[in-house]
């Protein structure tokens, strides 16, 4: 049976009443950097990295305090973005190993995403940048509701080589897709995607899109040119300098699509998120998640809260906050319902229709609990209200992230009714989730010194 007729008609129930001035649609663009650390914007209080690009979107746009994704690494967020869902309903809360004849490590064929839901509804949809939801054919983007697609399918990428000569290259040198082809990329690799973005744009002006833009930086290896690394030269520390000036070229790029889409007057009608997939990896790149404690991997708020801003200019405040918990779930929710998209009706949907909440026509926070589970059941988190459970292992932690954002005072031992209620709470959300359908792949073994 054809997916459609899952579908059931959610613009009347949940699509946002659009402004009489608006003439169209609205543009929808995701741009999603990898491994940002919190505190390595501007707007979050970053100091030594110049971030002009993207503090001027949350300056001009709706920042949010309380922002998290649904998992604190990589391929598993990527999931629960595209679909709206707790990755963990469908087995995908693993990386997936980077090996084309692998039916099974991947966004299960069955999951509808984000880019079928709006292509569905007329929109031009385009991915670009890093893809990292499996590696098989039946994975790729362009089967996945997108219509145009350039970028890679692996984890993560080289900033200045690919292998184009040898289709089985490691994962960090596969050739460069466009629309599923190999292509020649002599660019530095942010810059490319930043080029290619502008491009979609540029081309699509006068439809509806929607553009996923899934930069890798500033994920390792750190690869930056002399150009950005001389910007940020008083950094002393040198593998925060080559992160620092991979946030550099970010910037830029985010910069360079907010120009163009003021070249072609779609500022007003376009509607943009901005976050990162997780924490950063602090011991890796160096990565600043101030003030959270841990960093990528990890369910404190290190591993999961991120920079999150949305900007529609017209439609949104500009340069406030808002507070409430918010998951990177709600993206898909929340871009259905201002597309007057239909959405899946045969499943959960988890994320929510952000408009109403932060527009102030909703009287209740988006979300009551939000939950997160690594390796099966190897960590776990529940955030209520400012109550947080943390189990990692068998040990069950409880904060106050009001009183106690940095995770540092356990009030397990004070707080007991509110330690037995999310527990039975995760409990209860455990129950209805699967085990892991794949496993992550590995790591390299070190190399041995001489």
């Not at 003439?23 to 390595?40: E, K, S, Y």
């Not at 984000?114 to 385009?126: C, E, H, P, Q, W």
């Not at 300098?241 to 070249?263: K, N, P, T």
């Not at 909440?357 to 939000?370: C, E, M, R, W």
Request: glycine share 10%; proline share 8%.
């Amino acid at each position: 049976m054809h997916r459609r007729t899952f579908l059931k008609t959610a613009a009347a129930a949940t699509a946002m009443p659009l402004a009489a001035a608006t003439t169209r649609r609205p543009n929808i663009i995701v741009i999603l950097a990898d491994d940002l650390g919190f505190a390595d914007v501007g707007f979050e209080g970053a100091k030594d990295i110049p971030t002009p690009y993207i503090d001027r979107l949350a300056r001009n746009g709706l920042r949010f305090t309380n922002a998290c994704v649904s998992h604190p690494f990589c391929s598993p967020t990527r999931a629960g973005l595209m679909t709206g869902r707790y990755q963990h309903r469908f087995g995908h809360e693993n990386n997936p190993k980077y090996d084309p004849n692998d039916q099974v490590a991947g966004l299960p064929a069955g999951e509808i995403t984000i880019a079928n839901v709006l292509s569905d509804a007329g929109y031009v949809t385009g991915q670009i940048g890093k893809w990292h939801l499996g590696a098989a054919p039946k994975f790729h983007p362009l089967k996945r509701g997108f219509q145009e697609q350039f970028g890679f399918i692996g984890g993560g990428h080289d900033y200045f080589k690919a292998d184009l000569d040898h289709p089985n290259a490691r994962e960090y040198m596969i050739p460069i897709e466009r629309n599923g082809q190999p292509v020649a990329e002599s660019e530095y690799l942010t810059d490319a995607f930043t080029r290619e973005a502008c491009s979609f744009v540029g081309r699509h002006a006068k439809d509806p899109f929607f553009l996923y833009l899934a930069y890798n930086a500033p994920h390792t290896p750190l690869q930056a040119p002399r150009a950005y690394l001389d910007r940020v030269s008083d950094i002393k520390d040198p593998i925060r300098r080559s992160y620092a000036a991979m946030i550099c070229a970010l910037d830029d790029g985010v910069g360079r699509l907010a120009a163009m889409l003021e070249v072609l007057k779609l500022e007003n009608d376009t509607l943009i998120f901005f976050l990162s997939d997780n924490g950063g990896p602090t011991p890796v790149t160096h990565a600043d998640n101030h003030p959270f404690r841990g960093y990528k991997g990890q369910v404190y708020e290190g591993g999961i809260h991120v920079p999150f801003v949305m900007k529609w200019p017209g439609q949104l405040p500009a340069g406030e906050t808002y507070g409430s918990p918010i998951i990177s779930l709600d993206i898909f929710s929340t871009a259905a319902a201002v597309a007057g998209a239909q959405v899946p009706g045969d499943r959960i949907i988890d994320g929510v229709n952000l408009m109403p909440h932060i527009t102030g026509k909703g009287s209740q926070p988006p979300h009551d609990k939000l939950y997160w589970r690594t390796g099966g059941g190897q960590s776990f988190a529940v955030r209520q209200g400012n109550w947080k459970l943390v189990k990692i292992g068998n040990r069950t932690e409880l904060y106050d992230l009001e009183a106690d954002v940095g995770e540092s005072k356990d009030a397990a031992t004070t707080q007991p009714e509110i330690l037995q209620r999310l527990e039975t709470a995760r409990q209860s959300w455990h129950r209805q989730m699967i085990p892991p359908l794949f496993e992550s792949p590995e790591p390299a073994p070190a190399k041995k010194k001489n």
